[in-house]
Nanobody, 121 residues
Framework: QVQLAVSGGGSVQAGGSLRVTCTAS????????MGWFRQRQDKEREGVAV???????LYVDDAKGRFIVSRDLAKDSIYLQMNSLKPEDSAMYYC???????????????WGQGTQVIVAS
């Protein structure tokens, strides 16, 4: 099983920025879309941003203009740069590999571990 290692996250004041990184243990995932999902307290996990091997991307509406998803195929990594963070962005953020480029959790076939993001007001 390919491992997806997540790093980054942490605590920040509202308006601040954070970057999270997800690295696959195999280059075999280069052909798959990958993305970021989050789970807020007492909420279902939701898609935040996804990107394919051609750098086509999709964002959830409230991430547009604030978050940037990127990918470095040579490093088998994807990144989520989160700017202008709001308290409501506080959640556990997960990386996943998808069967298709969409924001639905149903397309995830492999999850990385989560990383906590806390945005203080």
């Amino acid at each position: 099983q390919v491992q997806l290692a997540v790093s980054g996250g942490g605590s920040v004041q509202a308006g601040g920025s954070l970057r999270v990184t997800c690295t696959a243990s195999s280059s075999s995932y280069r052909r798959y879309p990958m993305g970021w999902f989050r789970q807020r307290q007492d909420k279902e996990r939701e898609g935040v941003a996804v990107i394919d091997s051609d750098s086509n991307s999709l964002y959830v509406d409230d991430a547009k203009g604030r978050f940037i998803v990127s990918r470095d195929l040579a490093k088998d990594s994807i990144y989520l740069q989160m700017n202008s963070l709001k308290p409501e962005d506080s959640a556990m953020y997960y990386c996943g590999a998808l069967t298709k480029l969409e924001l639905r959790t149903g397309s995830i076939f492999n999850w990385g571990q989560g990383t906590q993001v806390i945005v203080a007001s």
